[in-house]
């Protein structure tokens, strides 16, 4: 073989090593941060499942806003009778 295929084959072979290296470190970063990502997303479930009794559902929110408006009707309908009466 001549120094030009010789060349050519050191060439190709660093061109495959660092391209292995570069993947390598990359697989790192990405396999770190998806750790990252996880342990977070696994503390914000957490967090939640635990807020989740602070808030109220759909039907108890409807149930408290029907019950809050018979309660102002009934205010409002008393008010007019006093001032009716004055």
Excluded at 38 to 57: A, G
Excluded at 58 to 78: G, L, N, V
């Amino acid at each position: 073989m001549t120094n030009i295929g010789w060349g050519a084959i050191i060439t190709l072979a660093i061109f495959v090593v660092s391209n292995i290296a570069a993947l390598i470190y990359w697989s790192a970063r990405i396999s770190t941060l998806l750790e990252v990502l996880q342990r977070e997303l696994r503390d914000m479930t957490i967090e939640l499942k635990s807020m989740k009794d602070v808030y109220l559902s759909k039907e108890a929110f409807s149930y408290r806003i029907a019950q809050s408006d018979k309660e102002h009707t009934a205010m409002w309908k008393k008010i007019d009778e006093l001032a009716g009466k004055m």
